[in-house]
């Protein structure tokens, strides 16, 4: 007989393979994302550094760092709604961190992995093709996490540092998630259970957190993009990304939990990272910070704590007022409506500014 744990893990990830087998459905009647083209620039285990092209009279290098717990792809739905696409066309060379699911014993990857070593083996694959170029680190919500201790690490590799809704203080400013991070069981039970946590306990836990945000308000947006075909299509390509589950290492999943959200420790500057220790204070490049004053998933605090306590000179604070048609507010930056049309010529325009003032 199976003992419990198993059964539970069995439960999980046959749910997993449902949600694919949903998102493949969907890919078959037209819902599937239209990717940009792209090179492979490095393949190690944990990452697939994407290299989507840029003409030789670039204004920079953008590196996206998504986030680790759905695919990539939510920066390149579709052409008329890809951060990718906005950047090639702001004459930038563009290069994206798939993360990958390591093999084997490869398999328990951690903060460090993510956050230092392979982003450093990207940002390195990058300059044996681009010597020269300011390189600037894009990044949304946990990826923002990465991207940042990266910059303080590396303050040299990086001309500019952007955070979308990226949650990088906790306590007070945890939001929704206040409740499940106090009172949810300790991280270590949940790894003793899962080596890789499925992406349907993420779901999960995404759901009890905010059932508003992660249900009701999806179905709201459903209704509300009826009237057009455009909107429409995009909330269904949101939906059929939001099937598409990818486990997080349970390493990273403990110390994201334990130490990021449950003792603070980036914002209180106790967090350890390849035995240096990490503050806002290090983080002293051009810095970017985009909040939602809406959300409570990502409580505007928990972006703008930490964008003042950061010890760069040049900083911008650029409020997202939503869009109808993401189906999921908390990915509408990356590829809503308004989006597009406001909040990335801004950004790219900014970064196009500090790429000037470098030279």
């Known amino acids: 007989m199976q003992t419990p744990p198993n059964g539970i893990r069995w439960w999980f990830e046959s749910l997993d393979k449902m949600r694919r ?16 083209p792209y090179q492979t620039a490095l393949n190690v285990p944990g990452v697939r550094l994407r290299y989507y092209g840029g003409t030789h009279a670039s204004r920079g ?14 920066w390149d739905l579709a052409p008329d709604c890809s951060v990718v696409q906005r950047a090639l066309q702001a004459d930038m060379h563009v290069y994206l961190a798939e993360w990958t699911d390591p093999p084997g014993e490869q398999g328990q990857l951690g903060l460090a992995d993510y956050a230092y070593r392979l982003l450093d083996q990207c940002v390195r694959a990058v300059r044996t093709t681009h010597l020269s170029g300011q390189l600037f680190l894009l990044s949304h919500s946990l990826g923002g ?17 952007v955070l979308v809704e990226s949650p990088l203080h906790f306590g007070d400013a945890s939001g929704s998630f206040a409740p499940l991070v106090t009172f949810g069981p300790s991280a270590d039970k949940i790894v003793r259970i899962f080596d890789k946590v499925p992406g349907s306990v993420l779901n999960m836990a995404s759901v009890i957190a905010s059932p508003a945000t992660f249900n009701v308000e999806r179905y709201g947006d459903f209704v509300a993009s009826l009237g057009s075909s455009k909107l429409l299509r995009t909330h269904m390509l949101v939906e059929r990304w939001m099937l598409d589950e990818a486990p997080m290492q349970g390493r990273l999943f403990e110390q994201v939990v334990e130490d990021i959200y449950r003792r603070d420790s980036l914002m209180k500057g106790l967090l350890t990272i390849a035995g240096r220790t ?8 051009p810095l970017l910070s985009v909040y939602d004053p809406h959300s409570v998933v990502i409580p505007p605090d928990s972006v703008i704590a ?23 507010a908390h990915v509408g930056a990356l590829m809503g409506e308004n989006a597009h049309r406001h909040l990335w010529p801004e950004i790219l325009r900014w970064l196009g500014e500090i790429g000037a003032q470098r030279h």
Do not use: C, W
């Open 278 to 285: 990490v503050s806002p204070e290090a983080v002293t490049v």
């Open 145 to 161: 996490v990465f991207a940042a201790i990266y910059s303080a690490m590396r303050p040299e590799q990086v001309a500019a540092l």
């Open 61 to 74: 290098i953008a590196l996206i760092v998504p986030a680790p717990i759905k695919r990539h792809y939510i």
């Open 306 to 328: 930490f964008h003042e306590a950061a010890g760069s000179r040049q900083k911008r604070l650029l409020s997202y007022e939503g869009d109808t048609g993401v189906a999921l």
């Open 21 to 36: 087998r949903r998102g493949n459905a969907m890919d078959q009647i037209g819902y599937g994302p239209s990717e940009t």
